[in-house]
T-cell receptor, first 114, second 114 residues
Framework: GAGVSQSPSNKVTEKGKDVELRCDPI?????LYWYRQSLGQGLEFLIY??????PDKSGLPSDRFSAERTGGSVSTLTIQRTQQEDSAVYLC???WGGGADTQYFGPGTRLTVL | AQSVAQPEDQVNVAEGNPLTVKCTYS??????LFWYVQYPNRGLQFLLK??????LVKGSYGFEAEFNKSQTSFHLKKPSALVSDSALYFC????????????FGTGTKLQVIP
């Protein structure tokens, strides 16, 4: 079956521009996570969705970052007024929603802010 | 609070030799423990997980890990390394009760030398 997909795969933008990153989770997965992976760093948690609600937004680095999920499916991560330090790979993962669930990761979006 | 430590940024091993990638964790309660692998320019892929029961967990590609509660460790092992095992390995933990995001380690780069 189809896995988690993310688009675009690569995004180059200029400092100060807004960007939208999209995640399509596996069909039926109720939980969705966004992470950020910077060069040489581990995975930094950003936000968790259960259905369309986001009970944990604690990892969003600033108010320039926001995310939404609609129809319990597609999620969009928006970064406003991008800064060079936002350059990273943004990963999305989905699960059925249980605590022991395996996370299924998308291939990521590589964001470069010039 | 929960945390994961991967004390080695990089592990080098000769092809055919056994490999170990170390992971220790800290949680308040019983843990779910995971290992994921990331090949270059790819998203993370699940290798194995510990939920409860048998301390030795077997996973994909011949990998296994041993849960050691007294040492709070979950080291990843393989009896005979392959060049194709060269990748970035992440350990992750989540406490059993209630909601807690999954916490990932900083990753260990495994280099298998032909």
């Amino acid at each position: 079956g189809a896995g988690v997909s993310q688009s675009p795969s690569n995004k180059v933008t200029e400092k100060g521009k807004d960007v939208e990153l999209r995640c399509d989770p596996i069909s039926g997965h109720t939980a969705l996570y966004w992470y950020r992976q910077s060069l040489g760093q581990g995975l930094e948690f950003l936000i968790y969705f259960q259905g369309n609600s986001a009970p944990d937004k604690s990892g969003l680095p600033s108010d320039r970052f926001s995310a939404e999920r609609t129809g319990g499916s597609v999620s969009t991560l928006t970064i406003q007024r991008t800064q060079q330090e936002d350059s990273a790979v943004y990963l999305c993962a989905s699960t059925w929603g249980g605590g022991a669930d395996t996370q299924y990761f998308g291939p990521g979006t590589r964001l470069t802010v010039l | 609070a929960q945390s994961v430590a991967q004390p080695e940024d990089q592990v080098n091993v000769a092809e055919g030799n056994p490999l170990t990638v170390k992971c220790t964790y800290s949680v308040s309660g019983n843990p779910y423990l995971f290992w994921y692998v990331q090949y270059p320019n790819r998203g993370l892929q699940f290798l194995l997980k510990y939920i409860t029961g048998d301390n030795l967990v077997k996973g994909s590609y011949g990998f296994e890990a041993e849960f050691n509660k007294s040492q709070t460790s979950f080291h990843l092992k393989k009896p005979s390394a392959l060049v194709s095992d060269s990748a970035l390995y992440f350990c992750a933990v989540r406490v059993h009760r209630g909601y807690q995001k999954v916490t990932f380690g900083t990753g260990t780069k495994l280099q298998v030398i032909p």
